[in-house]
């Protein structure tokens, strides 16, 4: 079985600081890994991907994630804040390799507050 | 988000009603979701559908019923539902769909803010 964990419900951070919204994954496989913005009454907008190759993946708007194996992580990151990234964040995984109909599992969403 | 559109965005419905949701992607994708988002719980996943094809069905209750004529658009139809089911339903597409060594992306519609009276 695969699964995903969010462990902030929220996260706030003065605009100009560095953001992280923390995810963890569990799978048995090769993961796939994804991260979704989803703004008030808009459904969830693609941010990025990790599928293979290099830790570090860049994606809109600004943000990066870094994968890391050993410690089953997929963290969000920003350098510096904006207050339009004020939004709900959802990661998901999948198992690359396994089962008929692999399917996406999300976490349950972290709540990005970005204050001036 | 012009490239997954859902309507209608917001349904009030009684419990003995029948109504339906329409989904449509002008992505030229193969694959179309349906899910359920309630507060404070992960996405879950309803119906998958491939080249027109169920190829998941999540133990959801009768009282949802899917269609998808042809690739580019996918229903809901609801009748009989409950206030437990009042949520927001959101359509998804992928070019491929949800097999293994995939690597597909799904793109989201804004969804139907849907409320059981």
């Given at each position: 079985a695969q699964s995903v964990a969010q462990p902030e419900d929220q996260v706030n951070v003065a605009e100009g600081n560095p953001l992280t919204v923390k995810c963890t994954y569990s799978v048995s496989g090769n993961p796939y890994l994804f991260w979704y913005v989803q703004y008030p009454n808009r459904g969830l907008q693609f941010l990025l991907k990790y599928i293979t190759g290099d830790n570090l993946v860049k994606g809109s708007y600004g943000f990066e994630a870094e994968f890391n194996k050993s410690q089953t992580s997929f963290h969000l990151k920003k350098p510096s804040a904006l207050v339009s990234d004020s939004a709900l964040y959802f990661c998901a995984v999948r198992d690359l390799y396994t089962g008929t109909a692999s399917k996406l599992t999300f976490g349950t969403g972290t709540r990005l507050q970005v204050t001036l | 988000e012009t490239g997954v559109t859902q309507t209608p965005r917001h349904l009030v419905m009684g419990m003995t009603n029948k109504k339906s949701l329409k989904c449509e992607q002008h992505l030229g994708h193969n694959a179309m979701y349906w899910y359920k988002q309630s507060a404070k719980k992960p996405l879950e996943l309803m119906f998958v559908y491939s080249l027109e094809e169920r190829v998941e069905n999540n133990s959801v209750p009768s009282r949802f019923s899917p269609e998808c004529p042809n690739s580019s658009h996918l229903f809901?139809?609801?009748?009989?539902?409950?206030?437990?089911?009042?949520?927001?339903?959101?359509?998804?597409?992928?070019?491929?769909?949800?097999?293994?060594?995939?690597?597909?992306?799904?793109?989201?519609?804004?969804?139907?803010?849907?409320?059981?009276l």
């Amino acid at each position: 079985a695969q699964s995903v964990a969010q462990p902030e419900d929220q996260v706030n951070v003065a605009e100009g600081n560095p953001l992280t919204v923390k995810c963890t994954y569990s799978v048995s496989g090769n993961p796939y890994l994804f991260w979704y913005v989803q703004y008030p009454n808009r459904g969830l907008q693609f941010l990025l991907k990790y599928i293979t190759g290099d830790n570090l993946v860049k994606g809109s708007y600004g943000f990066e994630a870094e994968f890391n194996k050993s410690q089953t992580s997929f963290h969000l990151k920003k350098p510096s804040a904006l207050v339009s990234d004020s939004a709900l964040y959802f990661c998901a995984v999948r198992d690359l390799y396994t089962g008929t109909a692999s399917k996406l599992t999300f976490g349950t969403g972290t709540r990005l507050q970005v204050t001036l | 988000e012009t490239g997954v559109t859902q309507t209608p965005r917001h349904l009030v419905m009684g419990m003995t009603n029948k109504k339906s949701l329409k989904c449509e992607q002008h992505l030229g994708h193969n694959a179309m979701y349906w899910y359920k988002q309630s507060a404070k719980k992960p996405l879950e996943l309803m119906f998958v559908y491939s080249l027109e094809e169920r190829v998941e069905n999540n133990s959801v209750p009768s009282r949802f019923s899917p269609e998808c004529p042809n690739s580019s658009h996918l229903f809901l139809h609801l009748h009989t539902l409950q206030p437990e089911d009042s949520a927001l339903y959101l359509c998804a597409s992928s070019q491929e769909g949800p097999f293994v060594a995939s690597t597909d992306t799904q793109y989201f519609g804004p969804g139907t803010r849907l409320t059981v009276l």
